[in-house]
């Protein structure tokens, strides 16, 4: 069974405060992706990384940065954290290939920022 | 501008009867489009996709309809059961996926 883990459930952060949400995935996939999941709104791709530290922004990467260090580590970064990122969010991976848009997904973080 | 439209929010079914999600697209692009279903405090799960060559697509108790002329899809679950009252998501691949915003299914027994 792939696994895809993340650092934690809930996370509680105050304005303008660094924060860091890690992503690891034991399958040994390519792909890996940040989204963030709104009300009404889906998801939406924040950035995603195709490859060791290679990164592509997704739709929606103002205020956050994505570091790929390793193959199965996958870290999303709020520099100045504000509360219209107040959300869940959700680490995924998938392998490369036509069937590697079958994404598997972490269980998510719930960050609040007050 | 949102390119994959899931246009109803919640649909509340009764358990054994047919449940119909549905799901409209803008981009031609599209090449691949994929179901996923969401428990609550758990990531999304793949559940079933289909080609763009494709018309159908059947897993046990779950069809994908495309319609392409319609720029259309369908997720019919035949029969319905309370351990399918989740949320939804369809999604579409062009370079990436590009989700809808959901449907909660609710399944009354």
């Known amino acids: 069974d792939v696994k895809v883990t993340q650092s934690s459930r809930y996370l509680v952060k105050r304005t303008g405060e660094k924060v860091f949400l890690e992503c690891v995935q034991d399958?040994?996939?390519?792909?890996m992706f940040w989204y963030r999941q709104d009300p009404g709104l889906g998801l939406r791709l924040i950035y995603f990384s195709y490859d060791v530290k290679m990164k592509e922004k997704g739709d929606i990467p103002e205020g956050y940065s994505v570091s790929r260090e390793k193959k199965e580590r996958f870290s999303l970064i709020l520099e100045s954290a504000s509360t219209n990122q107040t959300s869940m969010y959700l680490c995924a991976s998938s392998t490369a290939g036509t069937r590697g848009f079958e994404q598997y997904f972490g269980p998510g973080t719930r960050l609040t920022v007050t | 501008d949102q390119q994959v439209k899931q246009n109803s929010p919640s649909l509340s079914v009764q358990e054994g009867r047919i449940s119909i999600l549905n799901c409209d697209y803008t981009n031609s692009m599209f090449d691949y489009f994929l179901w996923y279903k969401k428990y609550p405090a758990e990531g999304p799960t793949f559940l079933i996709s289909i080609s763009s060559i494709k018309d159908k697509n059947e897993d046990g108790r779950f069809t994908v309809f495309l319609n392409k002329s319609a720029k259309h899809l369908s997720l019919h679950i035949v029969p319905s059961q309370p351990g399918d009252s989740a949320v939804y998501f369809c999604?579409?691949?062009?370079?990436?996926?590009?989700f809808g915003a959901g449907t909660i299914l609710r399944v009354k027994s």
């Open positions: 999604a579409a691949r062009w370079n990436k996926l590009v």
């Open positions: 399958m040994d996939h390519e792909n």
